[in-house]
Structures are given as structure tokens and as C-alpha cells.
């Protein structure tokens, strides 16, 4: 009986401990790492993409130096006329089918198709085109600062310029 009573005398210290230890250490991190929780944030739309797409920041600045994470919504069969990056990007496909292709001309024949998990790679100023075959979520990683997110290779491609 006296055993029992140690024994949890020694867990009540340990919760109690633990308690008032760990908001401390959950404080101390809080500076080293933020965090993004999609839930909490907007979908918004974008004038630099066709209608229909929304996109949402979820860390950094594009406009300011360092990192910056979003996620875009696409809707089924959207498509985007041959672009370049200023930057170079990293675009994951979270849900849905993207087709993608490298050129100056949309080609459906030099596309690939590219489902959940897969990534791609886009080099600055590289010219490249994609086709949302389903709904499509993706997320995409940069480094800025850029001062324009996108620049079509034909102009009156350009939602902006109408």
C-alpha cells in the first residue's frame, strides 16, 4: 500500500511538472518555428491567373526577401497559357490530376500527367503550360523578392491586360 502511494505521490509530481515545463518549452519554440494551419486562413482570388483559380499564402511574402508558401485551387479542365516564373518553384499536387509541359506554344502531345504526391520543379523565366484535369490542389514553394509573380508569354494571354 505504502508502495502504491509513492508510486503516485511521484506520477502526481511528474503531471504537475510536466505541466508547467512544457508551455515554457512550447514559448522558448515558438520563436525558432511558426506555424500555418489552412483552416484558418482565406481562399482568395488572384488577377495574375485566368478566372477561377484562388490561391492562398500560407507563410512568407512573395514581395519580400526569404521563403513564401501558398496553395492554389484549380478548377476542373483550367487552363494555363504558356508562363514563366521570375523565380524559381517548387509545386507539389496535394489532390486531383495535373497535366504539365515545358514550351513557349501549348502542346497537349509534350504534356505528362502528374497525380497526388508528385512534384515538379519550375526554373526561373522557363516557359511552361498545364491543364487541371480534375479539381486540383497544389501547393507551391519560392524564394523572393519578386516584383511579378507571372509574365505570359503572349501578353493577351494576360488576365491583367484586359
Known sequence: MQTSR??????????????VTLPAMAEDNAAGMTTAVPSDKQW???????????????????????????RVKVPQGYKWPPLKYPDERVTTILKGTLWAGEGERYDP????????????????????????????????????PIDNPVTYVNPDDDPRNH
Open 109 to 144: 502531345m509534350k504534356m505528362q500527367e502528374l497525380g497526388p504526391g508528385s512534384t515538379f520543379v519550375t526554373k526561373a523565366e522557363a516557359p511552361h503550360f498545364q491543364w487541371a484535369r480534375t479539381w486540383v490542389e497544389l501547393q507551391v514553394t519560392g524564394r523572393g
Open 6 to 19: 509513492r508510486t503516485a505521490i511521484r506520477l502526481l509530481a511528474a503531471v504537475l511538472t510536466a505541466s
Open 44 to 70: 482568395e482570388k488572384t488577377k495574375a491567373m485566368p478566372y477561377g483559380m484562388r490561391i492562398m499564402l500560407l507563410e512568407g511574402d512573395p514581395a519580400k526577401p526569404g521563403p513564401y508558401v501558398y
